[in-house]
């Protein structure tokens, strides 16, 4: 079976460039997780909608969303993201889930999977999880935004990730490079 697992959907993007750039959409089971209540969107027919965040355990997680645009402004699970105007004093409540134990109970290692990662510094604490548990190998490409310099990691450690993460799946920097609009 083929995946794509949009983590961070926000408001569909990149899966709408993805069905487009595919040659077998049809092939493809699609998941999106997007936790912003604020962007309750309608996704390509036959997306499977997730509400959770991705995270590193199940339970229930301080989400914070921006301070003026809440539907656009890079909502976080990190209190101490310098970008997207957050904010920090009325969090919500939302769900999360153990991603890399979601990816281990729902597929096998002979599924193609490709992740759309863009979930605003958690990839800081999923990721090595995900190393650390041995679901980072069911992953074949995965797309990544980083935001280390918005969640205070360092360049070195950043490289650090980087480099384990790449030993183990296909990684693409800068997640396909579209904007707004779903252009490259």
């Not at 993007?13 to 077998?24: G, R």
């Not at 229930?60 to 990190?78: L, Q």
């Not at 548990?133 to 205070?152: C, K, N």
Request: negative net charge.
């Amino acid at each position: 079976m083929k995946y794509f697992i949009n983590c961070g959907a926000h408001k569909g993007i990149a899966i709408n460039k993805f069905l487009k750039d595919v040659p077998d959409p049809e092939a493809w089971i699609i998941h999106a997780f997007e936790p912003n209540p604020y962007c309750v969107t309608e996704y390509h027919t036959g997306v499977i909608r997730h509400n959770d965040a991705i995270w590193i355990n199940d339970g229930f997680i301080n989400f914070y969303v921006g301070t003026i645009r809440k539907r656009i402004e890079g909502a976080s699970v990190i209190k101490n993201k310098t970008s997207g105007r957050l904010d920090v004093d009325n969090p919500l409540r939302i769900p999360c889930i153990d991603f890399g134990a979601w990816i281990k109970k729902n597929f096998t290692m002979e599924d193609y999977i490709v992740v759309q990662m863009d979930i605003e510094g958690a990839e800081y604490h999923v990721l090595p999880s995900m190393i650390k548990d041995g679901s980072l190998d069911y992953i074949d490409i995965l797309y990544l935004e980083e935001h280390h310099d918005r969640v205070g990691i360092s360049e070195v450690d950043n490289a650090k990730l980087l480099k384990e993460v790449a030993e183990k799946t296909v990684l693409r920097k800068e997640y396909m490079l579209w904007d707004a609009k779903g252009n490259k």
